[in-house]
């Protein structure tokens, strides 16, 4: 073989050959982590609003729009940010934000809409952008922080290690504080 | 039985229950009927058809393998089988058995429903031996029967046996039937025979039969299909109520007394299905296929615009094209005219002009082509029209219903009401086949049920007090439905009591500052019945969520006005009063104005609009009491609609104001707006949950953009605006040191306190704190108070022990009582104690318990 390597330099470099291979194979053998059955898994979708990431579980979701001609309702607390009709039906838009009195830092921008439902109950959370579908093991998932106090502690599931909110939907659509029920009194 | 015939019993039993409430539902109402109908053949139809309907019941039952509620039909069915041959007389004790027993069939179905698994035999058991027990003690003639019956169904429940006369009747309706309900006919024919087998045999023969429906998949269509047929074959036979979509078509065999409630669906969303008849549905079906001729249309249309997009393409392409070489000539001849060939301008020359000659035929066919687009999306608007509207009108007429189908109810309603407060009352219905919106009758339900508990509870007296005045003891209550001209029908509920004590009125509505003394003197009663409808007007001295509040009769009158009705009193002092629901036939579609404020669009009902007019700056009066301006001569409070209606400010216009002056009841007030857009024909579509009620809305509709645009409520606006107007005069009285109220807070979280402390503080008053009743005690010893605001969970002593101890020592201090539960246990011991109003910390609204301060001190 006409090679500029001597014989010792050109083993060397089969065993080279060899060790990469042998590596890429034990690579390619190893079981593909998303197959790994894991039991306690939930599936949430996460949206993104005024910089925090929060999640609900796929289950409580009807669908994700865009958010246009939303239409304010006049004399409702902040956190309804109007009415939208979705084929004809008329769905009531919340900002989460202000439902748990959190101070408004950054500036939203309202590109979507989440519809949740849970029984009679149907509306949509605004979110600047929603960034898709993940599993969260359960046993992840940690109770709220004691910084959390208050109103919004009680809506959470609970806060994953690397920080999202994840929402208690049905909590949320179930609690009086939702509700507007107002009259002008005389 | 393996799981896909569980699976199918349940399925099986899901479609009893709905179709059972009905039944009881019509049963109920005959039982009230036979006791408030004279006519003895009157009579003997209603028998006939309630015996009829627990011998289909009784045979569902069967069926889904309800054998405790099987033996109560049975029995039931004894009764009217004796009753139809006279054996039996209808007495009040027995009216009482039978009522009480279909009500507890009506609690077992309810339970039924919401749990599949649960047992029926549990509760029926009871039901079944105190009929027994009953019936025997109600009636010594029947009893051996009764009796011997008794025996036979004991052992064997699934094959209760029968007097002969009743198995003959058995195998008369079978036959009468037959033709009716085929799928079912099968399985009671099956049932026929197997009377000679044994309880073995028939056990497992009623499988069978669940098998033989499991395995056809066609069942459940053939039933539904058969019954739409069969009720539409039945009319011949029947009396012209059976022609409604909402007859039952068993009834439809037998003729019905015209008033009869034979309607078979009921109004409640949860089981909600209605029966229509097939040639409506095949009018609509032939709608639906001109919408078809309306898609391909439009489809032709969108060709024939891409089209004509594509010759403009064509035509822009050419002329850029074109325009180069101009332009192009045109800077060699700016640069030097004498050097350019006249060959070249010639040919530049030629070029435009075969272009414009081109373009001259091109533009002339793009305009004619143009021009035919144009007159057929015209014609596509009118088809379209015309059209939707026909399907729109169609499709309303699937959702009329008779009035019977709410009126069912009330009988049962005003039995149950008038034996609760030991009035005598005999109910009339009359009416009840008049068609009217289902949507329509959903939302008058509740506004009439109202208005019949207020006859039932204020108007109608006692009948010793109806005797003292010469009145027959028993009352009269008529429910009469009339149809009226233009689309429009009134519910009048009229009762023959003691009438509006219109002092009483007027000295509540003097108590809770409804009106003053002088005025309350001077009013006629014409003028002071309404009154009534005041929403803070109420006859209950404590102040509670919505009972205390004299809500209920303003509610009424809410509902009926939100359905674009009008709810009308008339009364007379000892001869009783009337209630005139006015309502739409169907859910109306109202004019309305869109007006924009504060960049949304909004609407307003044009009845409502009294005038739309521009106003000079300075021709808006400002004063103390607000601003105003003069409108035909009067003077009318004058505002911005975004600040009553709490919308960001818009930029004004510098030299004029848009106005509209609102109009509701007698309010008046001129709204400025940023512009007024034009009226339409506007479709209400109510809010969605968790909007339950906004104040100053009434409703959204969608506009033709696909927005949703908020309908405002103009009786609310003029409120808000008046309380608005209020407002800014009232800081200067406030201020005054003699005005400062004090007012202790006892709560034992120091969070709650401190909330409480300022939000009270902020409102003017003076506060102190204390962390438990014993310390409130202490303070109310020491030092007077104007009222007290106090939670109910405490240590030491509890909120009500605190008002109970309060109370005792013979202070009238005003007490309010805070809690986190919504507990009606807890209200009504507060209420007992003493307390004057009530607040759920979860509904927590510090304008509403404000309110409530300002109205109790």
Known sequence: MDTPFTKAEQENLQAMKRAVLKARARVLAKPHKRIEIKTDLIEVVEFILSGETYAVRTSDIREVHYLKDVTRVPSTPAFIVGVISLRGQIIVVIDIRRFFDLPQTELSVFNKVVIVEKGDVIVGFTADEVSGVRQIEQSTIQPSLATLAGKRAKFLRGITTDRVTILDVEKMLQDRELLVNEQVDN | MTSSEEAFLKKLRAAF?????????????????????????????????????????????????????????????????ELKREERKVTPRLMDVLHESVDSVSGVLTKLEADES???????????????????ISDKKSADHV????????????????????????????????????????????????????????????????????????????????????????????????????SHASSGLFSTPPQSFTTASTIDSTRESIRIPAARLDELLMR??????????????????????????????????????????????????????????ESVLGKVLEFLDLQQQQLSALSAQLTTLKTGSLNDYRVASSTVDTFLENTKKLLMMPASTMLELMPKLVRDLARELGKEI??????????????????????????????????????????????????????????????????????????????????????????????????????????IFQSSFSTSSTISEISGRG???????????????????????????????????????????????????????????ERLVKVKKEQVKTSDSGQTIEVDGQEVPFLRLNHVLELPTSPANSTHHLVMVLRHSEAKCAFEIDDVLEEQEILVKKLAKPLVRVRNVAGVTVLGSGKPSAILNVSDLLKSATKMAALKVRPETDKTPAAVKRILVVDDTITARILMKNILESAGYLIKTANDGAEALKLLEKEQFDLLVTDIEMPKMNG??????????????????????????????????????????????????????????
């Not at chain 2, 039901?127 to 019936?135: G, I």
């Not at chain 2, 209550?477 to 029908?489: A, D, K, M, R």
């Not at chain 2, 009606?824 to 404000?850: C, I, M, P, Y």
């Open chain 2, 17 to 81: 229950v709905g179709e059972a409430h009905e039944q009881i539902e019509r049963i109920s109402s005959g039982l009230s009927q036979l006791t408030s109908i004279a006519d003895e053949l009157a009579r003997q139809v209603i028998i006939e058809n309630t015996f009829r309907e627990l011998h289909n019941m009784k045979g569902s039952a069967r069926a889904v393998n309800l054998l405790t509620l099987e033996a109560v039909c049975q029995l039931l069915e004894d009764v009217f089988a």
């Open chain 2, 118 to 136: 649960f047992q029926e035999s549990a509760d029926l058991e009871g039901v079944l031996e105190r009929l027994q027990k009953n019936l025997e």
């Open chain 2, 147 to 246: 009796r011997s019956e008794q025996s036979h169904s004991e052992p064997s429940r699934t094959e209760p046996s029968r007097s002969e006369q009743s198995r003959s009747e058995e195998s008369r309706l079978e036959q009468s039937r037959s033709e009716q309900e085929q799928s079912i006919v099968e399985l009671s024919r099956t049932e026929t025979n197997e009377k000679q087998k044994s309880p073995d045999e028939k056990e497992e023969s009623a499988e069978s039969i669940l098998n033989s429906f499991a395995f056809d998949p066609t069942w459940q269509e053939s039933t539904t299909q058969g019954a739409l047929q069969d009720a539409l074959k039945t009319i011949p036979q029947g009396s012209p109520d059976s022609l409604l979509p909402g």
């Open chain 2, 288 to 345: 639906a296929e001109d919408m078809l001729s309306l898609k391909i249309m439009s489809r032709q249309h969108n060709h024939d615009l891409n089209n004509v997009g594509f010759k403009f393409d064509h035509y822009t392409r050419d002329l850029s094209k074109i325009y180069a070489d101009v332009r192009a000539a045109r800077q060699l001849i700016d640069r030097d005219l004498a050097s350019v060939e006249e060959l070249f301008i």
């Open chain 2, 426 to 531: 005999d109910l009339t219905i009359s009416g009840s086949a008049i068609q009217l919106d289902k949507r329509v009758l959903a939302q008058v339900k509740d506004p009439l049920v109202h208005i019949l508990r207020n006859s039932i509870d204020h108007g109608m007296e006692k009948p010793e007090a109806r005797a003292e005045s010469g009145k027959s003891p028993r009352g009269t209550l008529t429910i009469s439905v009339l149809q009226q001209e233009g689309n429009t029908v009134e519910i009048v509920v009229t009762d023959d009591g003691a009438g509006i004590n219109i002092e009483r009125v007027k000295e509540i509505a003097v108590k809770n500052n409804l009106i003053d003394r002088q005025r309350a003197d001077a009013m006629t009663d014409e003028e002071a019945i309404p009154l």
């Open chain 2, 551 to 609: 809500l209920g009769l303003a509610i009424a009158k809410e509902n009926i006005e939100h359905l674009g009705g009008r709810l009308i009193v008339e009364s007379r002092r000892g001869l009783g009063t009337t209630f005139r629901i006015k309502l739409p036939v169907t859910v109306a579609t109202f004019r309305g104005v869109l007006i924009k404020c504060s960049d949304e669009i909004l609407i307003v009902p044009t009845s409502d609009m």
């Open chain 2, 800 to 857: 009500i022990e605190l008002t109970a101890a309060v109370r005792e020592r013979g202070q009238s201090v005003p007490i309010i009582l805070v809690t986190s539960m919504t507990d009606q246990h807890f209200r009504e011991k507060g209420t007992e104690a003493g307390a004057d109003a009530f607040f759920v910390k979860s509904s927590f609204d510090q304008n509403n318990l404000l309110d409530v301060i300002k109205r109790l001190i």
